[in-house]
């Protein structure tokens, strides 16, 4: 596996990755259509992209993950960390969270992830993520709930 820098023409591969990885976090949320990132358009991508650290995780030439990241103030939030379904539970979540906080000199790194996705939220506290206890209503079934990690205990 190799992680690297996101191009410009990797979006639309990125675009489908996204689909497949949140479609299947919306089934915990009653199949919402409307749950982001589902409803994204290449061109909303594209510019979301922008100002942004974004790295791929490639095996045999297919991009298998991403993560991003950026200063927000002294904070990195990092967004959107996702991993093919056939490719999960196999340490590349790990390592894209690694990459992208090696990546920005904070202090503070935040991120949000739904309130059912338990697997998420156990991954990101054995990151040394805990939970803030600030919730975001999304949509009718959707909360986003924050962590937050201090740069101590980046590895």
């Known amino acids: 596996m190799e992680i690297t820098e996101v191009d410009k023409e990797d979006l639309p591969e990125i675009l489908e990755l996204q689909r497949l990885a949140f479609f299947e976090n919306s089934l ?12 994204q358009t290449l061109d909303e991508l594209t510019e979301e992209s922008e100002g942004q650290k974004f790295i791929k995780a490639v095996i045999d030439g ?3 993950g991403t993560a991003r990241g950026c200063m927000d103030g002294e904070i990195c939030r990092i ?3 996702m991993v093919h379904p056939d490719h999960q539970n196999k340490g590349i979540g790990s390592k894209l969270m690694i990459s992208i906080e090696k990546e920005f000199d904070a202090r503070i790194f935040e991120l949000r992830t739904g309130h059912l996705d338990e697997k998420n939220i156990s991954l990101y506290e054995k990151m040394g993520y805990a939970l803030t206890g600030e919730r975001e209503q999304i949509t009718d079934t959707l909360w986003f709930v924050r962590m937050r990690k201090d740069r101590t205990f980046i590895r």
Do not use: A, Q
């Open 62 to 64: 297919v991009i298998v």
């Open 28 to 39: 915990r949320y009653g199949n919402d259509p409307k749950m982001p990132p589902l409803p």
């Open 79 to 81: 967004s959107k960390m």
